[in-house]
C-alpha cells in the first residue's frame, strides 16, 4: 500500500485505450482493482470483505491419503441399481423434481440414443405419468422414475446420507447413470427444454450426424470421437495485472451484451480482460474435454442482481455455429447444473454440495472442479449457441438475492484461494486431491463439514461403482487417451447390436410386445366413460364444418358420455355412414338457412354476420338446450356466438386463427379470447386438439390452452376386418406414388384412396396392410383416423420431410387456401412465449424455424409410426416392420388416447354444466374426479 501511495497506477480515465464496453458505458467506468485493494481500509470504508482465512480446523479423517490411494471396493454393497436391469445406455440425463412433468423432462425422453433418470423426493408425485404415448417400448425403458421408495431401496450410503426435500437429491441421480455405465451426463433442469429432441433433427448438421454443425443439437457432441471440434477463446492483453484476470465471461461475446453468468465476481464484471476475446478454429482431444456448458435463451442463468435491475427474458444473438468456446487455462468460468454434459472423464466432478443455498451449490461445484481440471488436463466450454429454452419456474427475485449472498462475497476469495492458496501435493490420486481441496475449502468457509463427509462417500461410491479416476499430470495424458478409448470399446462390447437397436428406435421400427394386461384391456371392447357430475341429457352445439371435428368430439360425447350433440354447420353430410343413427347426434337441416358461414376457409369477420346469429338464435328453442358450443375447425367461428352467453369451447384443430387474413381480423381474434377469459358469466375453455395448435396458440397470445388431442377413437374402436397382407399399402399425399422411380419398380403395391374418382368406406382401410402418409398439414384427421385404425404409419423423417419440396404445402398460416397474403409471417411472439423460432417461418427462409415446430406434429410425437430418410430406405422399413405388433402397439396407445382425451373433457363438461339452461342444483351428480370406467 506505501508502494501504491509513492506511485499510484493511473486511473483508467488517464488512459487513452479507446475501449468501449459491450454495454455502451465508456471504458472510465472502470477502476482497477488494485484501487480498492482487499483488506485495505479507509474513512469510506464501513464493511468487510471474505478473507478465506482458515476459520473451521478439522479433526475428520483423510480417507483417500496418498498412502491409501487405490481404495478397493466396499465388499458387500448392494446392487447399484435398486433392482434395475443394466440399460446399456451410455448417454444419461438426470434431473429432481417435485412437479408434475414439464415440457422440459418430455422432450428429454424424446431422445432415442438417451436414458433418463427422474429423482423423486418426498413432495414429489407417487407416479410421473409423462402422458399416453410413454407407456411401451422404448420409452418405457429408457426412463427411470426413481421414487422415496427405491431410493432407499438402493441401500446405499452414500444415498442415505442425503438429505430430503433438498436439491441434494440429484446427487443420487448422478451415481446411478455411473453404475448404469454412463460416459456422458446431460445434467439438466426441468424448466430447460431442448431446442432440437425429434426423430431425424440431428440431420440438420450432417448427413451422418457426424461431427459438429450450425444448430444448436445435444446429440451432435455426445458421441466419442478422436477429437472436437472447438474454438479456443484468445483473451485481449488485460490493462492491468490484477487478480480480476482470472476469469472469463462468454457471454457478451456470444450475444448477451452486459450480461454475466450467476456465480461471476461482482468486482469483474466491468473488467474488459475478462470478456474481451476472439474465437480462433482448433481441434481438441476427445479425452481432454471434461465439460461443456449451454447457454438458454428466453431466461438465461443470471442472478438475482441481473434480473432486479435490467429487463428480462432475453435470448442470445444467434451465432453462426454451436461448436464450443474452451475457457482459457487459468481461467475460471461458473457453470451451473441446468443445462451441462458432463463427459466420463469429469463425471467426478458431479457431486452438489449441500451445506449452502441451491442458488449456490452448483456454482461452487463449478468452481471447486475447474482447480481440478487443471491436474487432470480437462477444459470447460460453452455452446457458442443456446442448446436450451429455459421458461423458469417462479421465483421471488429477492429470495434468490438473500439465497446467492456466498456468490456475492465470497467467489472473488474463492477463486484467489483456488489459483493463487491451494497446493496440491505432487504425486496424489484425484481422490486424494479432491478430498483434500474439499477440507481446505470447509476450513476457510466456504462449506461445512457434512460436505467433507459426503464428499468421502462419493468418491467411494463411485469407486464401488467400478468408475475410472483420471490421473492427475501431464504424463499421464496419454494413458488417458489409451484409457478412454479402451474404456469405451470394452465397456460396450456389443456395441453393434445396441446401435442397431438404437436406429431402429430413431425409425419406430423397434416395438415391444404389449402386456397380456394391455392387451386384455384392449380387446374388451369399446369403452363407455362415466363422467360424474354432468347434466343428464347435456347438449353440445357443433358449428364445425371439418369432416374430422364433426365426427370425433361428437362421437365422444355420444358414444362415451351418453350426451346429445348437435350437427348445426352449414355441411349436412356425414363422411362416415356408422355414425348414422347414433343415439343423441342430430343434424340440424336448418343449418344451412341459418346465418352461417359461405366458406371454410377465407373468411373475414363480419360484425353483419354477427348480428344476424345472435338474431337468428337467440330465441331458438333447440339453440337454447344446449350448454356449450364447440368449436374445432375452423375455431373462429365461435366468436360469432359469444354475445349468445354460452359456455364456449374454442378448441382449434388446425391454427387457431385460421382464415383470418390481416393483422386487424387476427387482433380481434386474440381479444375475443382474452375476452373469453375474463368472462364472469359463463366459463369458457380455450384448448387445442394437437401439440402444434397448442404451442402456436401459445405463441402469439401468451395463453396456455388445455390440450384436447383428437382421437377418433369412438367411431373407429369397433371395426374389426381382417388384414390382407397381400394387399396394396395404402398412400396418402399429394405425390403420386407411380411418379416416384423406386415404388414404380417395386414388386410391392402402393394405392392412394384420395384419388378424387376412387371412393371407399372406412371399413376398407384397416383391410390394407400398412400406409404411407405425407402430412400436408402439421395437424390432420386423416393422421387422427389412420392412428385409429391400428394401420401401420409409415411418414417421412423430418430431415426427408425438410428437405422435399413437395412434401407439406400447407406449412404456414399464409397459405393458399386459407389465406392469400403473408401479412401474418412478420407478427412478433408474445413476451411470455419462450419459443425461440417463429411457426409462420417458410422453409426457404428458415429450415431450423421449420424443423423446430415440425417436431410439435402429432405424426413427429405419436408412438409406433416409423420414419423414412429416402424412398429406397421406404421400402426396406416395410421389408422389415413387424406389422402385427405395430398393429398390438397402436391398440394399446389409442387406448391410452382415448382415455386422457375424454377424462379432459370430463373436466370441462362438469365446470360448464353449473351453468347449463337444464341445470338445478338437484340435477347435477356430486361432482368429483372424472373417473373413466368400463361398461
Not at 478473507?51 to 466396499?74: I, M, S
Not at 445396441?498 to 392387451?519: F, K, N, R, S
Not at 378448441?651 to 381479444?671: F, I, K, M, Q, T
Not at 384420395?754 to 390432420?780: E, G, N, Q, R, W
Request: proline residues 8%.
Amino acid at each position: 500500500q506505501q508502494q501504491q501511495q509513492q506511485q499510484p497506477m493511473p486511473r483508467l480515465s488517464e488512459c487513452d485505450t479507446g475501449y468501449t464496453d459491450p454495454r455502451g458505458l465508456p471504458s472510465q467506468l472502470f477502476e482497477p482493482p488494485s484501487q480498492q485493494q482487499e483488506g485495505s481500509t479507509s474513512s469510506d470504508a464501513t464493511g468487510q470483505r471474505f478473507q478465506a482465512q482458515v476459520v473451521n480446523p478439522y479433526r475428520g479423517a483423510r480417507l483417500f491419503a496418498k498412502e491409501t490411494a487405490t481404495v478397493a471396493a466396499a465388499s458387500g454393497t448392494a446392487s447399484p441399481d435398486a433392482g434395475r436391469p443394466r440399460s446399456g445406455c451410455r448417454s444419461w440425463a438426470v434431473v429432481t423434481t417435485i412437479f408434475p412433468p414439464s415440457e422440459a423432462v418430455r422432450r428429454q425422453s424424446r431422445l432415442q440414443n438417451w436414458c433418463l433418470v427422474i429423482v423423486g423426493d418426498t413432495k414429489s408425485p407417487a407416479e410421473y405419468n409423462l402422458g399416453w404415448f410413454y407407456h411401451v417400448g422404448q420409452w418405457a425403458r429408457r426412463v427411470v422414475y426413481l421414487t422415496e421408495s427405491e431410493q432407499k431401496a438402493m441401500k446405499n450410503k452414500f444415498v442415505d446420507a442425503l438429505p430430503w426435500r433438498s436439491f441434494a437429491r440429484k446427487n443420487v441421480g448422478y451415481l446411478y447413470a455411473v453404475q448404469q455405465g454412463a460416459e456422458f451426463v446431460w445434467d439438466f433442469d426441468d424448466d430447460n427444454a431442448l431446442k432440437f429432441y425429434g426423430l431425424g433433427t440431428s440431420e440438420l448438421n450432417s448427413p451422418h450426424n457426424m461431427g459438429p454443425g450450425v444448430a444448436p443439437l445435444l446429440e451432435t457432441w455426445a458421441q466419442v470421437q478422436p477429437e472436437m471440434e472447438v474454438y479456443e477463446a484468445i483473451l485481449a492483453a488485460p490493462i492491468f495485472s490484477t487478480a480480476a484476470n482470472s476469469t472469463f465471461n462468454p457471454y457478451p461475446k456470444l450475444g448477451a451484451p452486459g450480461a454475466w453468468p450467476r456465480g461471476f465476481p461482482l468486482s469483474h464484471i466491468l473488467n474488459p480482460a475478462s470478456y474481451d476475446f476472439e474465437r480462433t478454429p482448433g481441434r481438441m482431444p476427445f479425452e481432454q474435454v471434461g465439460v461443456l456448458q449451454s447457454l438458454a435463451d428466453h431466461q438465461p442463468d443470471v442472478d438475482a442482481i441481473f434480473r432486479l435491475t435490467r429487463p428480462t427474458p432475453f435470448s442470445f444473438a444467434r451465432q453462426p455455429d454451436s461448436k464450443p468456446i474452451m475457457v482459457p487455462n487459468k481461467r475460471y468460468c461458473p457453470y451451473n447444473a441446468q443445462a451441462t454434459l458432463h463427459f466420463y472423464n469429469a463425471l467426478w466432478a458431479l457431486y452438489l454440495p449441500i451445506t449452502v443455498p441451491g442458488r449456490v451449490s452448483d456454482i461452487w461445484r463449478s468452481y471447486f472442479s475447474q482447480r481440478l481440471f487443471q491436474e487432470v488436463g480437462l477444459r470447460l466450454g460453452f455452446f457458442a449457441r443456446p442448446l436450451v429454452i429455459q421458461d423458469r419456474n417462479a421465483h421471488d427475485y429477492l429470495k434468490d438475492l438473500d439465497a446467492e449472498q456466498k456468490l456475492y462475497h465470497q467467489t472473488e476469495a474463492l477463486v484467489q484461494y483456488l489459483e493463487h492458496g491451494w497446493a496440491p501435493k505432487a504425486g496424489s490420486s484425484l481422490p486424494n486431491l479432491m478430498e483434500d481441496l474439499w477440507i481446505e475449502l470447509y476450513q476457510r468457509d466456504f462449506i461445512s463439514q457434512r460436505d467433507v463427509e459426503l464428499i468421502q462417500l462419493w468418491l467411494q461410491a463411485l469407486v464401488d461403482a467400478g468408475y475410472q479416476f483420471p490421473q492427475p499430470g501431464a504424463a499421464a495424458a496419454a494413458q488417458r487417451k489409451t484409457q478412454t478409448l479402451a474404456r469405451v470399446q470394452g465397456r460396450f462390447s456389443a456395441e453393434a447390436q445396441a446401435a442397431d437397436l438404437v436406429v431402429a428406435a430413431q425409425h419406430g421400427a423397434a416395438h415391444d410386445q404389449p402386456t397380456a394386461a394391455q392387451l386384455r384391456d384392449v380387446n374388451s371392447g369399446v369403452l363407455k366413460f362415466n363422467c360424474t357430475g354432468i347434466v343428464p341429457n347435456l347438449m353440445a352445439w357443433f358449428p364445425d364444418y371439418h369432416d374430422g371435428t364433426r365426427m370425433d368430439i361428437p362421437s365422444m360425447h355420444t358414444i362415451g358420455f351418453g350426451l346429445r350433440a348437435e350437427l348445426a354447420g352449414l355441411k349436412q353430410s356425414l363422411a362416415h355412414d356408422k355414425l348414422k343413427g347414433v343415439p343423441g347426434l342430430n343434424q340440424d337441416p336448418r343449418a344451412v338457412q341459418l346465418p352461417l358461414l359461405q366458406t371454410v376457409f377465407t373468411h373475414p369477420h363480419l360484425p353483419t354476420l354477427a348480428s344476424a346469429i345472435f338474431d337468428a338464435y337467440q330465441r331458438d328453442p333447440l339453440f337454447q338446450q344446449a350448454t356449450v358450443i364447440e368449436c374445432g375447425f375452423t375455431p373462429t367461428i365461435c366468436e360469432y356466438f359469444l354475445p349468445l352467453n354460452k359456455s364456449i369451447v374454442f378448441n382449434p384443430a388446425h391454427r387457431y386463427n385460421l382464415g383470418r387474413c390481416s393483422a386487424e381480423e387476427w387482433n380481434l381474434v386474440d381479444r375475443n379470447l382474452y375476452r373469453m377469459l375474463s368472462s364472469r358469466s359463463v366459463p369458457h375453455f380455450i384448448t387445442a386438439a394437437s401439440t402444434y395448435d397448442a404451442e402456436y396458440l401459445f405463441y402469439y397470445t401468451g395463453i396456455r390452452p388445455q390440450l384436447l388431442e383428437s382421437s377418433s377413437y369412438f367411431y373407429t374402436a369397433d371395426i374389426k376386418v381382417p388384414v390382407g397382407e397381400a394387399s396394396p399399402v395404402l398412400f396418402f399425399g399429394s405425390i403420386d406414388p407411380q411418379s416416384i422411380p423406386p415404388l414404380r419398380q417395386t414388386k410391392r403395391k402402393f394405392w392412394n384412396p384420395a384419388h378424387p374418382h376412387v371412393h371407399f368406406d372406412i371399413k376398407d382401410l384397416p383391410t390394407h396392410p400398412a400406409a404411407v402418409l405425407i402430412p400436408y398439414s402439421v395437424m390432420s384427421y386423416k393422421l387422427t383416423e389412420l392412428y385409429a385404425l391400428n394401420i401401420p404409419l409409415f411418414v417421412p423423417s423430418i430431415r426427408f420431410y425438410n428437405s422435399v419440396q413437395e412434401f407439406g404445402s400447407d406449412r404456414t398460416s399464409g397459405t393458399p387456401p386459407y389465406c392469400q397474403t403473408g401479412e401474418h409471417w412478420s407478427r412478433p411472439k408474445h413476451k411470455s412465449c419462450s419459443h425461440p423460432y417463429s411457426p409462420n417461418t417458410e422453409r426457404s427462409q428458415d429450415k431450423e424455424a421449420e424443423a423446430y415446430w415440425l417436431q410439435l406434429a402429432d405424426f413427429y410425437k405419436w408412438p409406433h409410426i416409423t420414419y423414412f430418410d429416402s424412398w429406397q430406405e421406404l421400402l426396406q422399413r416395410l421389408d422389415q416392420a413387424n406389422l402385427p405388433r405395430i398393429r398390438q402397439n397402436m391398440r394399446v396407445a389409442n387406448l391410452r388416447r382415448a382415455r386422457a382425451t375424454s377424462n379432459s373433457w370430463c373436466s370441462i363438461l362438469q365446470r360448464a354444466s353449473r351453468f347449463s339452461p337444464t341445470h338445478t342444483p338437484d340435477s347435477v351428480l356430486s361432482t368429483g374426479d372424472c373417473r373413466v370406467n368400463k361398461k
